[in-house]
């Protein structure tokens, strides 16, 4: 005996959810998880990188959508060199010392001024001065000496690395290495008559520093000397810049200084890579300056964390220092929205949600066929049980086609039940469902029909 199963749509519909369950779970973790980021930290001990893994350890802490890998390197021009061989996303950069070509600025993490501290009776009142003299500078400053160097020979002066045992030649100015420790006594052993500094103005290292030259002075006053042509050392080394130390900055009465020191300087910056997305650059410069408070309270230099200066985005994309797009839609308050970020995804997700409907719709159309056909199967071997029916005289025989023309029965009715059936096919199977059961029934009870 022949079983007719009329297939469900239910496969298809599990199929369907699934397929879109699996499409919405890929969006969902795409768009939940965090994102890391490798970020270049130097000088090994410096500021920096005591500020940046506090910034690390503080998106971690508030679970926030970026996450910092630090990799950290003994000097500013090897995490500069990372940037530019794709190491790193992000670095902590000198432009005076190393500028990758594909790095843009996302903040200014501290500014450094460069300017001569010396006690007021060395005679020392501006830069020519410090010819033949010992100039202190701080050992640990290697990144120091290029820029001290430079301007020693802006004016004339040859810079000596190696401090001669005789005295220091009229045309030169030798750079002494000297510990923070040691500057009151080597000043006033004479191994050094000034000290250059590279440093923040307002920070508490400057204050310092200023602090051991007085105590090195036989008055207690000291003399600033800063760099006045500042506009020709920036003609010729543009990644510089230029910086006002103001009037009575380390004291008041005396004020030091009697007047504001111009001068020029540097500064270390957040670079990211160019190619850095927009919105994630945005976001890495928003985390930032939104935290700014909080990593005072562990690293104090986060106060100098400011933001590179510009006039508008033409000057601030074309500066010879330039500020990524991502930066700038922070600073301007014009960053993207939900869907420009994820834009393409929800392309994407729009894209695969079609076409899993198509194919829900496909398989519909196809289980559809393939129950008319079952259908029209049935209603066909129905009309052929009512054929051979009117043939056949063997009671047993006949006995089987009347089960089987119930089976085939209970089959329809079940899939009328649970499925939408076209009426012009239901009406059919029920008139070939009649007609085979009256035959066989006639066949059962006429005399002679039913031999056995």
């Given amino acids: 005996m022949r079983k007719v199963v009329l297939p469900g749509g239910r496969e298809a519909w599990l199929l369907g959810l699934a397929a879109l369950l699996v499409v919405a779970a890929v969006a969902l973790f795409s768009f939940s998880r965090a994102t890391t980021l490798t970020l ?12 940046l893994r506090a910034y690390a350890d503080e998106l971690a802490r508030r679970k926030l959508g970026i996450r910092l890998q630090i990799l950290s390197f003994d000097g500013v021009r090897e995490s500069a060199e990372a940037l530019r061989s794709g190491k790193a996303d992000l670095a902590v950069i000198r432009p005076d010392v190393a500028m990758p070509g594909n790095g843009l600025s996302l903040a200014v993490l501290r500014e450094l001024a460069a300017f001569v501290a010396a006690p007021a009776a060395s005679g020392i009142g501006a830069i020519p001065d410090l010819a033949g003299r010992r100039l202190g500078i701080l050992a640990s400053r290697t990144a120091d000496r290029t820029l001290v160097g430079d301007l ?30 040691d500057v009151t006594a080597a000043l006033g052993e004479g191994r050094i008559d000034a ?27 000291v003399t600033l000397v800063g760099v006045p042509d500042a506009a020709a050392v920036l003609a010729r080394r543009p990644r510089l810049q230029p ?76 500066a010879r220092l330039p500020i990524h797009p991502g930066a700038i839609d922070y600073y301007e308050r014009e960053q993207e929205t939900f869907i420009e970020r994820y834009e393409s995804w929800i392309y994407l997700v729009a894209i695969l949600a079609g076409g899993v409907g198509s194919t829900v719709a496909w398989l519909r159309q196809r289980l559809g066929r393939i129950r008319r056909e ?57 008139v070939a469902i009649e007609a085979a059961r009256s035959t066989v029934r006639r066949a059962l009870t006429e005399p002679g029909g039913a031999s056995g």
């Fill in 40 to 51: 270049a930290v130097a000088p090994n001990g410096g500021t920096e990188p005591a500020l």
């Fill in 195 to 221: 000290l250059v500094l590279v440093t923040t103005p307002t920070s508490p290292a400057a204050r310092r520093l200023i602090g051991h030259v007085r105590q090195a002075s036989a008055d207690g006053a």
């Fill in 152 to 181: 020693a020979a802006h004016y004339g002066l040859e810079p000596l690395t190696e401090v001669p045992e005789a005295d220091v030649p009229k045309t030169a100015v030798a750079l002494v290495p000297v510990a923070e420790a």
């Fill in 374 to 430: 079952r259908i029209a199967v049935a209603t066909e071997r129905l009309l052929a049980l009512r054929s051979e029916a009117r043939r056949e005289t063997d009671r047993e025989r006949l006995e089987v086609m009347a089960g089987e023309v119930d089976d085939l029965a209970a089959s329809i009715a079940r899939h009328a039940l649970n499925r939408p059936t076209e009426p012009r096919m239901l009406g059919a199977a029920t």
């Fill in 243 to 318: 910086v006002t130390v103001p009037a009575a900055l380390f004291g008041g009465n005396p004020r030091l200084p009697a007047e504001d020191v111009a001068t020029i300087g540097s500064s270390y910056r957040l670079v990211a890579r160019a190619d850095l997305s927009r919105s994630l650059a945005a976001e890495v410069t928003q985390h930032l300056f939104e935290m700014r408070a909080a990593l005072a309270e562990t690293v104090p230099a986060a106060e100098d964390v400011t933001h590179p200066s510009y006039e508008d985005t033409a000057d601030a994309t074309s």
